[in-house]
């Protein structure tokens, strides 16, 4: 658990978000996509403090806003598509997530992995606004 996540699976991991992100770019996405980024942007939140500027949220805050925006022209039945700019910001944050990947330690990303399980199941809005009010 004190290695490093195995490189095949920082690769997948990878893969797997960035193909769900150029699904979307390429027009074909779905909430499916959404959902995978959203918790891509949560668990890359919950893995913070392993990066230099781990207490900066604003890259957090600004791809689930871009996500959440384009989750909510779906809900109005508009298609799944993201504006340049919220595909930009998204696309940051995957690339932060790639780099907290690339060194941890397995213990590390198996606990922000239960953290996100636990957000998912208690039905609230956002664990990056609950853990930042106030700051």
């Given at each position: 658990m004190l290695l490093p996540l195995p490189p095949a699976r920082v690769r997948a991991l990878s893969l797997e978000n960035h193909l769900a992100l150029a699904t979307v770019r390429a027009g074909h996405?779905?909430?499916?996509?959404?959902?995978?980024?959203?918790?891509v942007v949560?668990?890359?939140?919950?893995?913070?403090?392993?990066?230099?500027?781990?207490?900066?949220?604003?890259?957090?805050?600004?791809?689930?806003?871009?996500?959440?925006?384009s989750i909510t022209r779906m809900e109005r039945q508009e298609p799944c598509l993201m504006r340049d700019q919220e595909l930009a910001v998204v696309e940051r944050l995957l690339v932060l997530h790639d780099r907290q990947l690339a060194g941890m330690p397995k213990h590390r990303y198996v606990l922000a992995w239960e953290q996100l399980q636990r957000f998912i199941?208690?039905?609230?809005?956002?664990?990056?606004?609950?853990?930042?009010?106030?700051?």
């Amino acid at each position: 658990m004190l290695l490093p996540l195995p490189p095949a699976r920082v690769r997948a991991l990878s893969l797997e978000n960035h193909l769900a992100l150029a699904t979307v770019r390429a027009g074909h996405g779905n909430l499916d996509q959404m959902c995978c980024l959203l918790c891509v942007v949560y668990l890359a939140f919950y893995l913070r403090g392993e990066m230099v500027d781990g207490d900066n949220v604003e890259p957090y805050r600004r791809a689930e806003a871009a996500l959440e925006s384009s989750i909510t022209r779906m809900e109005r039945q508009e298609p799944c598509l993201m504006r340049d700019q919220e595909l930009a910001v998204v696309e940051r944050l995957l690339v932060l997530h790639d780099r907290q990947l690339a060194g941890m330690p397995k213990h590390r990303y198996v606990l922000a992995w239960e953290q996100l399980q636990r957000f998912i199941a208690s039905q609230q809005r956002s664990p990056i606004l609950q853990n930042t009010a106030g700051h």
